[in-house]
């Protein structure tokens, strides 16, 4: 009896062994590599949850197409977390507006996968808040400017190029 949910079984099993070796290896690197350790790398374990969600998704696109916001927060964090471990935690001070970078970018992909334009707006205004706040500790304005006519001629035109899937033949 073959059952219909054994390719997703498949890459679920395929997706966790993956998990499962790439953890082995990071144990094994850091034993390896001098300046590595387990306290430097934590970050890398935000990618298991993404693994995790990226299967999720992969397995069914149209009604688990809210794990991307996840996902893209997670991948972000753990970069900039990295970052962090590898330079000074004392960035922190300037490198706050990430934290709003994170879920902006999240809602962005949000909308790349859904195509909703109402994730747009909590994208725009996370990432124009952490582009003011950017401005404001580097003394630099000129790239705000720039983010804020670019994100209105996106929401100006976006609807200039939007085909109606099905058009009313009344109108």
């Given at each position: 009896m073959e059952n219909k949910k054994e390719p997703k079984f498949k890459v679920g099993m395929g997706s966790s062994g993956a998990i499962f070796i790439g953890v082995g290896i990071l144990f094994l690197v850091v034993n390896v590599i001098p300046h590595l350790s387990i306290g430097k790398l934590w970050p890398l374990f935000m990618l298991i949850p993404?693994?995790?969600l990226v299967t999720v998704?992969?397995?069914?696109k149209e009604r688990s197409a809210g794990v991307v916001l996840p996902i893209i927060i997670l991948f972000f964090?753990?970069?900039y977390f990295l970052w962090l471990n590898f330079?000074?935690?004392a960035y922190t001070a300037t490198s706050w507006p990430n934290f709003l970078i994170g879920p902006g970018l999240g809602f962005l992909g949000l909308y790349f996968v859904t195509k909703k334009g109402e994730y747009l707006i909590p994208s725009f205004i996370l990432l124009l808040l952490s582009a003011v706040f950017y401005a404001a500790i580097i003394e630099n304005t000129w790239i705000v400017g720039i983010l804020l006519i670019a994100m209105g001629l996106i929401l100006i035109l976006k609807p200039l190029f939007?085909?109606?899937k099905n058009p009313d033949p009344q109108e």
């Open positions: 993404v693994a995790i998704w992969i397995q069914d964090y753990c970069g330079t000074t935690w939007l085909k109606k």
